[in-house]
């Protein structure tokens, strides 16, 4: 296999290095192969021994809620919000740095999804339902109002 392009074009163009064009025109390695679980289980270790030393040490044996992160983004790059969306009856919740920096409960609330039996999928996946209101007295919680940048200053 022959690559004929020696730039990519973002941000750049930027020249590749020749590593890079060797791995890119290497065969894909399916998610459901030894090859794959193999590079998984390589990466996890060592994803695994950096964050332990960037630990959270806001107390010892630090762990978070499991949650996921969402970034939406407007009409412009500026115009973005991130918040966290959180899973029902997590253990972690009075330890968790974040979520006890929101003041008012009802927002805290409204962070923590509900599960949905109906929408899971059976040993597949389980379901959640969960909204982000973008104006209002019951808009979502955003880290743009943890750093002090409000959201509706016309209420």
Known sequence: MFIRKTRLLTP?????LPQALHAMMGS????RTED?????????????????????KNHQN????????????GQ???QRIVTQMYFPGDQLF???????SIVDQDARDRLVATYNHE??????????NWDIVLTGSKRTW????????GGDENE
């Open 76 to 78: 412009e790059f500026t």
């Open 62 to 73: 630090a762990w978070r809620p499991a949650h996921i992160h969402f970034s939406l983004f």
């Open 36 to 56: 794959f679980r193999k590079i998984y289980r390589t990466v996890l270790a060592d994803l695994k021994e950096v964050l332990s030393r960037i630990a959270w």
């Open 12 to 16: 750049g163009p930027t020249p590749l």
């Open 28 to 31: 894909d390695i399916h998610h």
């Open 94 to 100: 009075p330890l968790d740095p974040i979520y006890q």
């Open 142 to 149: 955003t880290e743009n109002e943890a750093l002090g940048a």
């Open 119 to 128: 929408q899971t999928k059976p040993e597949w996946a389980l379901a959640y």
